[in-house]
C-alpha cells in the first residue's frame, strides 16, 4: 500500500511541474516582442544610415540567436534540441560534411520532411552547419561579424546571404518546425526583409 502511495503522490508532482511548465512557457510566448518581428519599414526614422543597419541586424539577432536556428549552429559537434537547446539525444555528431557519422547520418531518422506523430523533424537536405558558423555562445555583434566574413559564412557576399536566408529550405524550416516547435519569431518573409534593409544600409555590425 505504501508504495503505491508514494508513487501516487510522485506522479501527482510530476503533473504540477508539468503544468508549471507549461504555465511558465506560455506565459513566456506572450512576452512582448518574443514571437514577433518589427518590420524593416519600422526602422526608416533613424536617420543615421550606420545606426539604422545596426538596429535592423539586432532585431534579426532575435531570430538568429532563436533556438530553432541555434540548435544546428552550435559550436561543438553535437546538435541540440528543444527549446531549452539540450543536447542532441541519441548522440550524433557533425561528421566531415554536415550530414553525420557514418553509419548514423542524419537522415537515418530525419526524413525528407518534418514526422509529427514522433516529433522528428525533417528536410531534404538535413544536417548540421559547419563548425565556422557556429553561433552559439557569441554575442550579436560577433555572430554580425563572422555571417559577413566569407571565409567563415561560405563564401557568400551580401546578396547570396539574403539569398540564402530567403530560399534555402534548412532556414525556411525555422518558421514551419512541425507540431509542438516554437517557430522562430515574425515571418520568414519578414526576416528576409531586415537582412536586405542591413545589406543596403552598409551592413554594419552593432559594436558590442
Ligand atoms: C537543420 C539544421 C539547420 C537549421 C535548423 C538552420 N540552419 Fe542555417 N545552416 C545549416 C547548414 C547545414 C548550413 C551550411 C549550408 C551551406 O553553406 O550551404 C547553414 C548555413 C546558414 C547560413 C550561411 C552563413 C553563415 O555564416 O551561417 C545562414 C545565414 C543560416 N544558415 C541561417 C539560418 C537561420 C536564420 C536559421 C533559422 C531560421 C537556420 N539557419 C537554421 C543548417 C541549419
Ligand atoms: C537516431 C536518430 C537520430 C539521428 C541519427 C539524428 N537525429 Fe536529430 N533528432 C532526432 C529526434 C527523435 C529528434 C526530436 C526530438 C526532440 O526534438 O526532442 C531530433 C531533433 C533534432 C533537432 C532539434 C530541432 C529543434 O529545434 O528542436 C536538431 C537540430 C537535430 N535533430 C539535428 C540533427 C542532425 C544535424 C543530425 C545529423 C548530424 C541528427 N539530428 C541525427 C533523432 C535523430
Redesign the pocket.
Known amino acids: 500500500m505504501r508504495p503505491l502511495l508514494l508513487s501516487a503522490a510522485a506522479g501527482l508532482a510530476l503533473c504540477l511541474a508539468g503544468t508549471a511548465l507549461t504555465l511558465a512557457q506560455s506565459a513566456n510566448q506572450a512576452q512582448p516582442g518574443g514571437a514577433t518581428l518589427r518590420p524593416a519599414a519600422s526602422f526608416s526614422n533613424i536617420a543615421n544610415q550606420r545606426d539604422r543597419s545596426v538596429a535592423l541586424f539586432n532585431e534579426m539577432g532575435k531570430v538568429l540567436t532563436h ?2 536556428c541555434m ?2 549552429h552550435p559550436v561543438s559537434d553535437r ?5 531549452i537547446r539540450k543536447p ?3 548522440l ?4 566531415k560534411d ?3 557519422a557514418p553509419g ?3 537522415t ?3 526524413g525528407k520532411q518534418n514526422y509529427d506523430p ?4 525533417g528536410d531534404g537536405h ?3 552547419a559547419p563548425a565556422s558558423m557556429a553561433w552559439e555562445g557569441k554575442t550579436v555583434a560577433q555572430i554580425c561579424e563572422q555571417l559577413k566574413d566569407q571565409n567563415r559564412n561560405g563564401s557568400r557576399d551580401l546578396a547570396a546571404l539574403v539569398k540564402h536566408v530567403t530560399t534555402d529550405t534548412l532556414v525556411l524550416w525555422g518558421w514551419k ?1 512541425g507540431k509542438g ?1 516554437q517557430p522562430a519569431p515574425g515571418t520568414a518573409a519578414e526576416f528576409g526583409a531586415l537582412m536586405q534593409a542591413w545589406a543596403d544600409t552598409g551592413a554594419a555590425c552593432p559594436a558590442s
Open positions: 533556438p530553432r540548435n544546428c546538435p541540440r534540441q528543444g527549446d542532441h539525444e541519441p550524433v555528431v557533425r561528421g554536415g550530414h553525420g548514423l547520418h542524419c537515418t531518422c530525419h514522433a516529433g522528428i523533424p538535413w544536417a548540421l518546425p516547435r
